[in-house]
């Protein structure tokens, strides 16, 4: 679906995160899945409401590693602490024609995106 929305010359970026009840091998599973379609920025984001037991950054890391062992190199692959700021950095990435896979988990985060996009719209 991403291939068929891109526009001429644009990209995919998306956001990655998962939550931290989940094996390491699911969550380098969930990486692997990304990477096949091969965007040009996966912002490794930070599921912050859902740690579930795992220290922060440590689920963040361990997506980071895999796409980093499949190739994709540290300059598409920026870190962010939030959803939030995992959203915001891959709107202002965004150019026309790119298309932008934005799963956000918490409704407040949910909410503060879509008021991002709804200002983004009417600038």
Do not use: C, Y
Not at 25 to 31: K, P, R
Not at 72 to 100: F, I, K, N, T, Y
Request: charged letters at 25%.
């Amino acid at each position: 679906m991403a291939d068929h929305l891109r526009t001429g010359s644009g990209r995919l970026g998306m956001l990655l995160g998962h939550a931290g009840n989940r094996m390491d091998g699911d969550i380098e599973e969930l990486a692997r899945a990304a990477a096949e379609f091969q965007p040009q920025l996966v912002v490794v984001k930070e599921d912050e409401q859902h740690l579930r037991g795992r220290a922060p950054g440590e689920v963040p890391r361990i997506i980071r590693a895999e796409l980093k062992r499949l190739g994709l190199p540290d300059s598409a692959l920026p870190m962010a602490d939030s959803e939030v700021e995992a959203a915001r950095h891959a709107l202002d990435w965004a150019r026309p024609g790119d298309v932008l896979a934005l799963p956000v988990h918490s409704s407040s985060a949910r909410a503060a995106v879509i008021a991002m996009l709804e200002t983004r719209s009417v600038s």
